[in-house]
């Protein structure tokens, strides 16, 4: 932070230190010290239903979120955290490396003897193992996700978990990714606690799933408070077990973490630049303006454009449930003349890297990723965008012609009319469909925009066959253990096609039979160089079928900070290695150990 910053910073810290947030708990009057509290926004949407993690449907954001690119941890552990800036695994609840046999079908992994859950009891094997079959028994997100890809988790004695692979018919793991990512995206729970639940819900999964869990028992460093439609508390469990020299070996900085509760963007986005929320999770257009134009104490995690650490990649979809799309020479034509410099100023305002800084893939801008193919062997592949001679001459040698001058081309005796959609309200996605139709005239194809209700549009896109949406707007998996595979697989795998409901992938519904054996391999590749291989081989499949094409880089998280109160937040140039995953997702949460008031 700039002299100029950090004296913004002190002076509106003086102001707001001055008073107190007051919120009801328990019929009592709690004051939250705006110095030793720390406020969030763009997470949580509507009051939550409850602190029950065996449900999907609490709507606490900030208490249970698991998810492979690092679960969020103040309230619920893992028992490794996963770090997207060089994919390491740092030990939580585990104590030290996990170890697989020989085999690779079984993972080893000890227990902290310090780990303690908040009642004072001892975290034991005896809990991962019992997590993990119910889970599966109550059929909840967690249990249905891995019990494809894992047989069975053993507590072999108090400190020590088995976690045994499903194998396939050669006898080995269906999927070892699939294995290591549960390590550091499933939380784990106490035994005795699901014991009570399931014993007041009747052993009924259904009921086990919507019981609030209003007395549950967690293992992290924070615990429930207070939450109302206004805002979700959690304060400081000052007995943590992290606090041992295993682990922390402190306690973290803020007493209190609290998202306020807000009505939309623009209200959340007010409240960051008055400095009433110190973590910012939420898209804002021209962010850099804050501190340039505007002065205030405001920072992301990088120092200058696109702001944050992009890992994943909003993509347009061609439908091959739509005759004329089935030709490549169109789909590639259409992806060529597009102009995705115009559609990162104007959708991303700057806030991503271009084609030409970070050529296409199906990887993700960071370095890990783009380490697993060979660049040079696809560079004659990829393009930039706004190609548009490039373009017309591949319609032209495939045929594709304006027969009749009308100034549209036409396939098969038919004009070329698509329509290009994505959801009403989705501005920057919305933005960057209208360059996409923009780019279709340029080069002779109608592609007109549609922008239907998000309740509408995920039903069309995830039917197992639709003839609505021509061209249409997706994401695509962020960092995560199982990366690239994960996005190689969402991108082209058969294996989704003719499913109804679909909501892994492949929703253009493409098929290549070559691509589908290159998933099934890289799991199991363990040999470097043959890895590499499939993965540049999957590359190319990609960049010559082109059933899909990505519009731009996009954080997972949009990670600002204003430094009024606190300041120490992890950056690029720091040397710490804490990812911008706003202080409490996987390895982030080691910014909370690290935080310093401004006016101490």
Not at 490 to 509: A, D, R, Y
Request: charged letters at 20%; aromatic letters at 10%.
């Amino acid at each position: 932070m700039t002299k100029t910053r950090k004296i913004l910073s002190m002076l509106l810290a003086l102001a707001l230190l001055g008073s107190l947030i007051t919120v009801p708990a328990l019929a009592e009057t709690v004051e939250l010290p705006r110095n030793e509290t720390l406020y969030f926004a763009g997470l949580q949407w509507g009051s939550v239903n409850g602190w029950n993690p065996l449900s999907d449907d609490m709507n606490n954001a900030l208490g249970i979120t698991q998810n492979a690119g690092g679960s969020r941890i103040p309230m619920f552990e893992t028992l490794y955290m996963y770090n997207m800036l060089d994919g390491s695994f740092t030990p939580l609840l585990a104590d030290g490396d996990y170890v697989w046999n020989e085999a690779r079908t079984e993972i080893t992994v000890k227990i902290k003897p310090a780990a303690k859950w908040s009642d004072g009891t001892a975290l034991t094997a005896e809990d991962v193992a019992y997590t993990f079959d119910t889970n599966v028994k109550i059929g909840n997100a967690r249990g249905n996700s891995y019990k494809p890809f894992i047989e069975s988790v053993v507590a072999v004695d108090p400190s020590t978990v088995v976690i045994k692979a499903k194998l396939n018919d050669a006898g080995a793991a269906v999927n070892p990714l699939q294995m290591i990512t549960y390590l550091e995206e499933a939380y784990v729970f106490q035994k005795a606690w699901v014991q009570t639940v399931e014993a007041r819900n009747n052993n009924d999964a259904a009921a086990i799933k919507r019981d609030p869990g209003d007395d549950v028992i967690a293992s992290g460093p924070y615990k429930k408070y207070f939450a109302d439609d206004q805002k979700v508390v959690f304060v400081r469990d000052d007995s943590y077990w992290g606090q041992d020299a295993s682990m922390w070996g402190k306690l973290p900085v803020p007493k209190y973490l609290v998202h306020a509760i807000y009505a939309d963007n623009p209200s959340g986005e007010t409240a960051f630049k008055a400095g009433e929320v110190d973590v910012c999770q939420q898209f804002i257009a021209n962010i850099q303006d804050l501190w340039l134009k505007d002065g205030l104490p405001i920072s992301t995690y990088m120092d200058e454009a696109p702001w944050g650490i992009c890992v994943n990649m909003p993509t347009a979809w061609f439908n091959m449930d739509i005759p004329a799309l089935q030709n490549a020479s169109l789909r590639k034509a259409i992806a060529l003349a597009v102009d995705y410099d115009a559609i990162i100023q104007n959708a991303m305002t700057g806030q991503s890297p271009t084609f030409a800084d970070v050529p296409r893939s199906c990887m993700n801008p960071t370095a890990g990723e783009q380490a697993t193919f060979d660049h040079d062997a696809v560079k004659d592949l990829q393009w930039a965008g706004n190609d548009i001679d490039g373009a017309k001459k591949l319609l032209d040698d495939a045929g594709i012609l304006d027969t009749d001058g009308d100034g549209w081309r036409e396939l098969d005796g038919q004009k070329l009319s698509l329509n290009a959609c994505c959801p009403n309200g989705w501005t920057d996605w919305m933005a960057a469909m209208e360059i996409v139709a923009a780019a279709g005239e340029k080069i002779g194809i109608e592609i007109t925009t549609e922008f239907p209700e998000w309740s509408v549009y995920q039903t069309v896109v995830t039917a197992a066959k639709q003839t609505e949406y021509d061209i249409f707007m997706m994401w695509t998996d962020s960092a995560a253990p199982t990366q690239p595979w994960g996005r190689v697989r969402q991108l082209m795998s058969g294996e989704f096609n003719g499913i109804e409901g679909n909501w892994s992938g492949n929703w253009g519904h493409f098929a290549n039979a070559r691509i589908d054996e290159i998933i099934a391999a890289i799991p199991s590749t363990v040999d470097a160089d043959a890895l590499k291989a499939l993965y540049t081989e999957a590359v190319q499949i990609y960049l010559s079928e082109v059933p899909s094409f990505s519009l731009m880089y996009r954080p997972n998280m949009f990670h600002a900070v204003n430094e009024s109160v606190w300041t120490n937040y992890p950056d690029a140039t720091d040397g710490r290695n804490i990812p911008p995953s706003i202080c409490v997702d996987g390895y982030g949460i080691a910014a909370l150990y690290a935080l310093e008031l401004v006016n101490p």
